[in-house]
Antibody, heavy 120, light 111 residues
């Protein structure tokens, strides 16, 4: 059974940094493309970025609101994905979900989410 | 980049059926989409993927009350014999070579 468990959320001041982790199990993590999706309070789902598998060169893509501030990385030996968030803004306040995203051949899976609050 | 359009709300009575619609932008009318359900206070849960042909694949543990279909740029999820636990937000999602995108979500109320 697939499990995705996020950690690292919390309260941070505007301009600060935070690193989220996502521990994966139940599938071959090294072969998987992985994504982060967030949901601001009372709002819808927003895709923020994806990292490809190492065999696909580990390429990353980001949504415009976070490009240049957020960095996605992975450690396949630990079956873990990371989200480094820098220069945080109040509008980054959200629950952040680790997701194995859907593709033509892949069924998606969601983590339980971790809350990030950016406030002074 | 594709755009997905959903109605903001829908309602139906307990035990009845309801169909939710997700419309792809015209240049992307053949794309596969995924439907996700988010019950109040919970993480989203994958329901199904639907192809332009109407073929669909449901997720593990999804009741057979949930079915999918397609017509042109529209992708549908139909929920039969509505239960109280079906009251939730429903999001569609699609992707291209560089990004994924979600629709705005439909809030389903079970009366």
């Amino acid at each position: 059974e697939v499990h995705l468990v996020e950690s690292g959320g919390g309260l941070v001041k505007p301009g600060g940094s935070l690193r989220l982790s996502c521990a994966a199990s139940g599938f071959t993590f090294s072969d998987a493309w992985m994504s982060w999706v967030r949901q601001a309070p009372g709002k819808g789902l927003e895709w923020i970025g994806r990292i490809k598998s190492r065999i696909d060169r580990g390429t990353t893509d980001y949504a415009a609101p976070v490009r240049g501030r957020f960095i996605i990385s992975r450690d396949d030996s630990k079956k873990t994905m990371f989200l480094q968030m820098n220069s945080l803004k109040t509008e980054d306040t959200a629950v952040y979900y680790c997701v194995r995203p859907p593709t033509t051949d892949v069924t998606p899976h969601w983590g339980q989410g971790t809350l990030v609050t950016v406030s002074s | 980049q594709p755009v997905l359009t959903q109605s903001s709300s829908a309602s139906a009575s307990l035990g009845s059926s309801v169909t939710l619609t997700c419309t792809l932008s015209s240049d992307h009318s053949g794309y596969i989409i995924a439907w996700h359900q988010q019950q109040p206070g919970k993480a989203p849960r994958f329901l199904m993927k639907i192809e332009g042909s109407g073929s669909y694949e449901v997720g593990t543990g999804v009741p057979d009350r949930f079915t999918g279909s397609s017509s042109g740029a529209d992708r549908y999820v139909t929920i039969s014999n509505l239960q109280s636990e079906d009251e939730a937000d429903y999001y569609c999602e699609t992707w291209d070579s560089h990004s994924w995108v979600f629709g705005g979500g439909t809030k389903l109320t079970v009366l």
